[in-house]
């Protein structure tokens, strides 16, 4: 494994461990304020990774996904 490969894991590590982090934040303070658990996080962090996606796509010019 190359010093290349190894940041790139790296920072992959990294990003996956932040997200992970602001997900456990929002429960948390969700539940500190409300006291029950509120689990609309996984849904807006679904809909906003696809929105991601399709924008990303879209800016690239390729064909859409599945073409």
Known sequence: MGIAEFFQHLMNGLTLGGIYALIALGYTMVYGILKFINFAHGDILMAG????????DGL????PLGS
């Open 49 to 56: 990774a696809y929105i991601g996606l399709f924008v990303f």
């Open 60 to 63: 690239r010019g390729d064909a």
